[in-house]
């Protein structure tokens, strides 16, 4: 069974820094990409990270490169996202999700096989 549980979003000053959680079930754990992908209202879903469960290796876009950071404790089971020197445009629901491949973190978004409930992430101009 495949769970994922976001947390940790909240309301930010532009510039500072938010670390958003992701708890994952032994079944998403045993998918090959898992990461984050946000939807903002009248924004196309996108896939903004994902870290492969394979070698670690990593997908950012572009738009968040640089900036904000995936990491996965498998012990604990959970992938984390650090989130540094936010902007308003960041503003969104992130969703922690899973996928057999980095394409749809990349690609296609909607194309993602699970994702979570989301947690809101606002940034104050």
């Known amino acids: 069974q495949v769970q994922l549980v976001e947390s940790g979003g909240g309301l930010v000053q532009s510039g500072g820094s938010l670390r958003l959680s992701c708890a994952a079930s032994d079944g998403a754990l045993e998918y090959y990409a898992i990461g984050w992908f946000r939807e903002a209202p009248g924004k196309e879903r996108e896939g903004i990270s994902c870290?492969?469960?394979?070698?670690?290796?990593?997908f950012y876009a572009d738009s968040v490169k640089g900036r904000f950071t995936i990491s996965r404790d498998n012990a604990k089971k959970m992938i984390y996202l650090e989130m540094n020197s936010l902007k308003p445009e960041d503003t969104a629901v992130y969703y922690c999700?899973?996928?057999?491949?980095?394409?749809?973190?990349?690609?296609?978004?909607?194309?993602?096989?699970?994702w979570g409930q989301g947690t809101q992430v606002t940034v104050s101009s």
């Open positions: 870290i492969s469960s394979a070698d670690g290796s990593t």
């Open positions: 999700a899973v996928s057999q491949a980095f394409g749809p973190f990349a690609r296609s978004p909607h194309q993602l096989d699970y």
